[in-house]
């Protein structure tokens, strides 16, 4: 009897692990490379891969309709972007899809946030750097600075209050000729945050969205744990050490650094995120990640905080709710907000 009783167990055992096995979820990966001139992987899980595939294909529809309404580089057929607005300035308001407005409305309000770190109107100086970071990326032994005469003479051509907002017939009408919109700042994150709202919208959930290291999570893992990603030091002590873990469910993580896109001159690398006081690039910083629920605010600050002194941006940051970051020095040292330790994954 008591065999039989064992043997009913061991079977009822089996069963219930057959059970839970198909009832756990499996991690689905894929990359595309087409969006934002980045990878862009979302990793997700799903029951089957049919259920992902969908949903990536879901996603990738977002992205390359994001990615043509903000680009600032290239014109796409039928469509009216931040180009066509930018071609157009100082001529005719330019009539846009809502997305663009939308965007815009943000980034006017993180300009008043930042108290004008995140200027998109920047534009005109942007362009300059960009032009002299394209023609001397792979000539360093000839490589030059853009004249400060010429990014002064930029400068005077970046007031926000310039980009004029029709709701109503929605478009958008830059009233000084010279100035351009450059949301490079911002766009990336921002798409993220609403590719990501509408997966909640649909019910999603154990997703990851990686556009181009703007990680955005949309609750956690399929087993129910947090997510854990790493700020590496690589690009400090060159042996790929990850010095710092952080959980996210839910969450948005984004790192901003001067090792992505820089220039060399006279032995110096000239990255990419520019002051709009000094029109220069700071040196005070390696990287800068900020962690909230928003994408697009968590992109927006990571470029604003570098381009304040450490202790400034600690203030500015900690009196920010719901608002995380970390700060690597340019001499490797690593600084936190009053209650980052409180994500660090230390296991």
């Given at each position: 009897m008591k065999r039989i009783v064992s043997s009913v167990l061991l079977i009822s055992l089996i069963v219930s692990c057959l059970c839970s096995c198909a009832n756990q979820k499996e991690r689905y990966t894929e990359t595309y490379l087409e969006y934002f001139?980045?990878?862009?992987?979302?990793?997700?899980?799903?029951?089957d891969a049919e259920v992902f595939d969908k949903n990536c294909d879901f996603?990738?529809?977002?992205?390359?309709?994001?990615?043509?309404?903000?680009?600032?580089?290239?014109?796409?057929?039928?469509?009216?972007?931040?180009?066509t607005i930018n071609k157009n300035a100082g001529k005719e308001p330019v009539k846009?899809?809502?997305?663009?407005?939308?965007?815009?409305?943000?980034?006017?309000?993180?300009?008043?946030?930042?108290?004008?770190?995140?200027?998109?109107?920047?534009?005109?100086?942007?362009?300059?750097?960009?032009?002299?970071?394209?023609?001397?990326?792979?000539?360093?032994?000839?490589?030059?600075?853009?004249?400060?005469?010429?990014l002064k003479a930029a400068a005077q051509h970046t007031d926000i209050n310039n980009i004029i907002i029709d709701r109503e017939n929605?478009?958008?009408?830059?009233?000084?000729?010279?100035?351009?919109?450059?949301?490079?700042?911002?766009?990336?994150g921002y798409a993220t945050e609403q590719i990501a709202k509408a997966l909640e919208e649909k019910g999603i959930t154990n997703y990851t969205l990686n556009i181009g290291g703007n990680i955005?999570?949309?609750?956690?893992?399929?087993?129910?744990?947090?997510?854990?990603?790493?700020?590496?030091?690589?690009?400090i002590a060159g042996n790929g050490e990850n010095?710092?873990?952080?959980?996210?469910?839910?969450?948005?993580?984004?790192t901003s650094g001067t090792y992505q896109r820089f220039y060399t001159v006279d032995g110096v690398d000239y990255h990419h995120i520019i002051d709009p006081e000094t029109l220069m690039p700071k040196f005070d910083f390696i990287s800068i990640s900020v962690c909230c629920a928003d994408s697009g605010l968590a992109d927006a600050l990571s470029t604003a905080t570098f381009n304040m002194t450490l202790?400034?941006?600690?203030?500015?940051?900690?009196?920010?709710?719901?608002?995380?970051?970390?700060?690597?020095?340019?001499?490797?040292?690593?600084?936190?907000?009053?209650?980052?330790?409180?994500?660090?994954?230390?296991?």
């Open positions: 001139d980045t990878a862009s992987t979302i990793v997700g899980f799903e029951f996603i990738e529809a977002q992205l390359e309709e994001y990615n043509k309404l903000y680009d600032i580089y290239k014109s796409y057929q039928d469509v009216n972007n931040i180009r846009v899809d809502k997305k663009i407005i939308d965007l815009l409305d943000y980034c006017i309000e993180l300009y008043k946030t930042t108290k004008g770190k995140t200027n998109v109107a920047l534009g005109s100086v942007l362009s300059i750097w960009h032009d002299y970071r394209n023609m001397y990326s792979e000539d360093a032994e000839g490589a030059k600075l853009p004249p400060m005469e010429d929605s478009t958008v009408f830059l009233s000084d000729e010279n100035m351009s919109l450059d949301v490079g700042a911002v766009a990336k955005r999570t949309i609750g956690p893992k399929g087993d129910g744990t947090p997510w854990i990603t790493a700020v590496s030091m690589s690009d010095p710092v873990k952080v959980e996210l469910a839910g969450q948005a993580f984004v202790e400034e941006g600690k203030t500015f940051i900690n009196s920010l709710e719901g608002v995380e970051a970390m700060w690597i020095t340019a001499d490797g040292e690593i600084h936190y907000s009053d209650k980052f330790s409180e994500i660090i994954y230390e296991k």
